[in-house]
């Protein structure tokens, strides 16, 4: 499976610094200067408070169904 890709962005906050979104998801939040001040990456619980200002939602893991896939619970021929 391959790993998903975000669009680098920046979104402008109103105190002249800006948050950033980098292509593998990170999250920075870069003051007046452009140094870093704060990262996330999105497996971090902070990440999807950050995410929203970029139009992302935190999604819960894939689980993979059982059942008829399992040998051992189809039902006797």
Do not use: C, N
């Not at 939602?57 to 059942?67: I, L």
């Amino acid at each position: 499976m391959t790993a998903r890709t975000y669009r680098p962005r920046r979104v402008p906050l109103a105190d002249g610094e800006s948050l950033a979104l980098r292509v593998d998801g990170t999250i920075q939040h870069l003051d007046g200067a452009g140094a870093v001040t704060a990262s996330w990456t999105p497996d971090d619980p902070a990440w999807g408070s950050r995410a929203i200002r970029f139009g992302l939602h935190q999604s819960p893991q894939t689980v993979h169904p059982t059942g008829r896939d399992v040998p051992d619970s189809k039902p006797p021929a």
